[in-house]
T-cell receptor, first 111, second 114 residues
Framework: QKEVEQDPGPLSVPEGAIVSLNCTYSNSAFQYFMWYRQYSRKGPELLMYTYSSGNKEDGRFTAQVDKSSKYISLFIRDSQPSDSATYLC???????????WGAGTKLIIKP | DGGITQSPKYLFRKEGQNVTLSCEQNLNHDAMYWYRQDPGQGLRLIYY???????QKGDIAEGYSVSREKKESFPLTVTSAQKNPTAFYLC?????????????FGDGTRLSIL
């Protein structure tokens, strides 16, 4: 079993829809949770960064962490065709050097 | 503009050849990383460096080598010992080496075998 599981998709939704992207994990020691967006043939860019449990909102994006269920989510409101990309989750422990990555979910927003 | 520059964008390797991928950053970050990305898999860590003249192996270091002679630069050499080098290679940097420091990425080098 992988430490971080992420559905590869593709997830295809119409423009304007609310998108929900998710990751599950097995290691309860993870404290830091990140979402990166990666466009085709580009490097990942940091979208959201959360410490421990709770919600964080930034514009159309909301990151949610449920440590009791070992489950994190990224919600995108009013989705746009420009949101079409692969979304990667990543997590880390408090004092360990390594980020552990999900495989990424490919998202397609249809105009 | 601060950022990470990777070159070349595309690279082709012949059998038995070593190739070097360049990574330069002007973010004044101490830590730098090399990842390999294959379709359907998460990023896998090849090497990382906390400071100049120091670097550590990641999960898949076999067949790769690095150097860190300057803070700004962290080149990766893919040696002939790496039998399956075809992949997308990503360089990243962060202010510190701990996993809680967000990493910033370059736009990658795609390596293929001739």
């Amino acid at each position: 079993q992988k430490e971080v599981e992420q559905d590869p998709g593709p997830l295809s939704v119409p423009e304007g829809a609310i998108v929900s992207l998710n990751c599950t994990y097995s290691n309860s020691a993870f404290q830091y949770f990140m979402w990166y967006r990666q466009y085709s043939r580009k490097g990942p860019e940091l979208l959201m960064y959360t410490y421990s449990s709770g919600n964080k909102e930034d514009g159309r994006f909301t990151a949610q962490v449920d440590k009791s269920s070992k489950y994190i989510s990224l919600f995108i409101r009013d989705s746009q065709p420009s949101d079409s990309a692969t979304y990667l989750c990543a997590m880390a422990m408090d004092s360990n050097y390594q980020l552990i990555w999900g495989a990424g979910t490919k998202l397609i927003i249809k105009p | 503009d601060g950022g990470i520059t990777q070159s070349p964008k595309y690279l082709f390797r012949k059998e038995g050849q070593n190739v070097t991928l360049s990574c330069e950053q002007n973010l004044n970050h101490d830590a730098m990383y090399w990842y390999r990305q294959d379709p359907g898999q998460g990023l896998r860590l090849i090497y990382y460096s906390q400071i100049v003249n120091d670097f550590q192996k990641g999960d898949i270091a076999e067949g790769y080598s690095v150097s860190r002679e300057k803070k700004e630069s962290f080149p990766l050499t893919v040696t002939s010992a790496q039998k399956n080098p075809t992949a997308f290679y990503l360089c990243a940097s962060s202010t510190g080496v701990l996993g809680n420091q967000p990493q910033h990425f370059g736009d990658g080098t795609r390596l293929s075998i001739l």
